[in-house]
């Protein structure tokens, strides 16, 4: 099977859409813990890994800089239109995570990263036809034209990209009765979004079929 069949593939597709999103929101986390300068780990600087942390969060504007750019990676790539945008900046900035990881023997991590990586190639390949024409110097170039994701696709990715920035920001536990509510209102949220999203996704393909 080419290449053409993998990419025209509604199954893959939906799959590329939903690894996107699991993708992207693997860097808010950590973008949202540097960009609020707040420490990544308690290890003790005795520990090389510990150290290397520390040294970055007192960079200062450098560890908001991380933050940022880890942020804008992940909203890029569940926004799903910049998409390609997005695993490029993401393949870039994790590629330096994983090399760290290996680096400092962390416990597990590396295995994490590495999968990660992998994620992230297959997102950058998936969208081979955008970039590729950047490396055909003084000559004649096609980009192959793929329809864009959906709407619901892109609104979905929206909403989760908001609701995910604020669910970090609650603290449901030791948090008052209001932040419980918008905790428990944002994750229904993010439900009704993926059995809708999805629901209609179908319907619009068995409607195709049937026309």
Same mark, same amino acid.
């Given at each position: 099977?080419?290449?053409?069949?993998?990419?025209?593939? $509604?199954?893959?597709?939906?799959?590329?859409?939903?690894?996107?999103?699991?993708?992207?929101?693997?860097?808010?986390?950590? =973008?949202?813990?540097?960009?609020?300068?707040?420490?990544?780990?308690?290890?003790?600087?005795?520990?090389?890994? =510990?150290?290397?942390?520390?040294?970055?969060?007192?960079?200062?504007?450098?560890?908001?800089?991380?933050?940022?750019?880890?942020?804008?990676? =992940?909203?890029?790539?569940?926004?799903? $239109?910049?998409?390609?945008?997005?695993?490029?900046?993401?393949?870039?900035?994790?590629?330096?995570?994983?090399?760290?990881?290996?680096?400092?023997?962390?416990? =597990?991590?590396?295995?994490?990263?590495?999968?990660?990586?992998?994620?992230? #190639?297959?997102?950058?390949?998936?969208?081979?036809?955008?970039?590729?024409? #950047?490396?055909?110097?003084?000559?004649?170039?096609?980009?192959?034209?793929?329809?864009?994701?959906?709407?619901?696709?892109?609104?979905?990715?929206?909403?989760?990209?908001?609701?995910?920035?604020?669910?970090?920001?609650?603290?449901?536990?030791?948090?008052?009765?209001?932040?419980?509510?918008?905790?428990?209102?944002?994750?229904?949220?993010?439900?009704?979004?993926?059995?809708?999203?999805?629901?209609?996704?179908?319907?619009?393909?068995?409607?195709?079929?049937?026309?």
């Amino acid at each position: 099977m080419n290449f053409e069949k993998l990419r025209t593939s $509604r199954i893959n597709q939906w799959i590329i859409i939903h690894l996107r999103y699991v993708v992207g929101f693997a860097f808010f986390p950590s =973008g949202l813990v540097k960009l609020m300068g707040e420490r990544f780990t308690r290890i003790s600087t005795d520990d090389p890994i =510990g150290y290397f942390f520390e040294a970055l969060y007192q960079s200062g504007f450098y560890w908001n800089f991380l933050g940022l750019a880890q942020l804008i990676a =992940g909203i890029l790539l569940m926004t799903q $239109r910049f998409a390609t945008l997005g695993a490029l900046m993401f393949l870039a900035i994790l590629s330096n995570i994983w090399i760290i990881t290996i680096s400092l023997s962390f416990t =597990g991590t590396w295995i994490i990263t590495s999968l990660m990586m992998i994620a992230v #190639l297959l997102l950058v390949v998936w969208d081979n036809h955008k970039w590729l024409p #950047l490396f055909n110097y003084n000559k004649a170039s096609t980009v192959k034209e793929y329809p864009d994701p959906a709407s619901v696709w892109i609104i979905a990715g929206v909403i989760y990209a908001v609701s995910f920035m604020i669910l970090y920001m609650l603290d449901p536990v030791k948090g008052n009765v209001y932040e419980k509510w918008l905790t428990g209102i944002l994750i229904i949220t993010i439900l009704v979004t993926f059995v809708f999203s999805n629901l209609k996704a179908y319907r619009n393909h068995k409607l195709m079929l049937n026309t």
